[in-house]
């Protein structure tokens, strides 16, 4: 049984979700403000948030933020943003912020939104399954070598470019879109290099370099930093902060990138 945080401020419509989701089997705890999600993300264990973004207290932005920055909360946690506002202007931001997905509340009924909920839910269990299989040597025909790799990118195009040559070469990669997002998970799993483009989402590069050189747990780690032009001014502070390398993404080419990584790896 999967178990859920509904954040729904309105009482009305929680009670009318809560029974349709337990109808369809998921225990639900119901959180009525922003500060209510939090201490309840850190009492108990959650397969998933449904998280509406205007509540008392905090916005849900703020939430998932703070969700997604904050060390103590767990890192595998799904959250969908379940919310009126206009998808248009807020789903790219609550993405950035690491959300999983976007739902307005009108696009189901609460039956039907059950339903989509569980349909997800088994979506992100099996995408979980088909990571650790290849990671455990079962993709086809791609071993990964055990070297571990996070690439900080929230450009798809170079995400697929180069994170698929890396992972093809027998890499271990896991992917943040956002700075934010890429500095907890550096500081929280253990990775052999990290690759972050200068501009991001909620954090630069510039400062999740500094804050990675600033932990112990992640000090020496080699850090290859990826820009869309390599101005001196603006690459120099970057550079004092020892990374390893620096390129110009735009005239990167995969193989090239996989070929360095393999040099410093090995």
Same mark, same amino acid.
């Not at 419509?13 to 922003?34: C, D, M, P, R, S």
């Not at 201490?39 to 509540?55: C, H, N, S, T």
């Not at 943003?81 to 248009?88: A, E, G, M």
């Not at 070469?169 to 700075?179: D, L, P, Q, S, T």
């Given at each position: ?7 729904? @401020? @309105?009482?009305?419509?929680? +009670? ?5 989701? +337990? ?10 403000? *922003? ?13 998933? !948030?449904?998280? &509406? ?12 933020? +703070? ?8 890192? /595998? ?8 506002? &206009?998808?248009? /202007? ?5 993405? &950035?912020?690491?959300? %999983? ?23 992100? &269990? +099996?995408?979980?399954? %088909?990571?650790?299989? $290849? ?21 798809? !195009?170079? $995400?697929?470019?180069? *994170? ?14 956002? *700075? ?23 954090? *630069?590069? /510039? ?7 600033? @932990? ?15 101005? /001196? ?31 410093? $790896?090995?």
């Amino acid at each position: 049984m999967a178990k859920i945080m509904l954040v729904e @401020d @309105d009482p009305m419509i929680a +009670e009318i979700y809560q029974k349709k989701f +337990e109808l369809a089997g998921f225990e639900v705890v119901n959180a009525v403000t *922003g500060k209510e999600v939090l201490k309840y993300a850190l009492e108990q264990k959650f397969d998933l !948030i449904l998280l &509406d973004l205007v509540l008392p207290e905090m916005s849900g932005m703020d939430v998932l933020k +703070e969700l997604r920055s904050n060390v103590a909360y767990d890192s /595998e946690l799904k959250v969908i943003v379940l919310s009126n506002l &206009d998808k248009t /202007e807020n789903e790219k931001k609550a993405k &950035d912020l690491g959300a %999983n997905d976007f739902i307005g509340k009108t696009q189901y009924s609460p039956s039907e939104l059950a339903i989509e909920v569980q349909r997800r839910l088994n979506e992100y &269990d +099996e995408q979980k399954k %088909n990571k650790e299989r $290849l990671s455990n040597g079962g993709g086809a025909g791609i071993v990964c070598a055990g070297k571990k790799i996070l690439f900080i990118e929230d450009e798809e !195009i170079f $995400l697929e470019m180069f *994170g698929g040559k890396l992972e093809n070469e027998g890499y271990c990669v896991e992917y943040a879109k956002n *700075g934010v997002w890429g500095s907890k998970l550096a500081t929280e799993k253990d990775f052999d290099l990290i690759i972050t483009d200068m501009v991001m989402p909620a954090m *630069g590069g /510039e400062e999740i370099v500094r804050r990675l050189k600033l @932990d112990d747990r992640t000090k020496n780690l080699p850090i290859i930093v990826l820009s869309a032009s390599l101005i /001196e001014e603006d690459i120099q502070p970057v550079r004092e902060l020892g990374v390893t390398d620096f390129f110009e993404k735009t005239h990167l080419v995969p193989s090239d990138l996989a070929r360095r990584v393999g040099e410093i $790896l090995n």
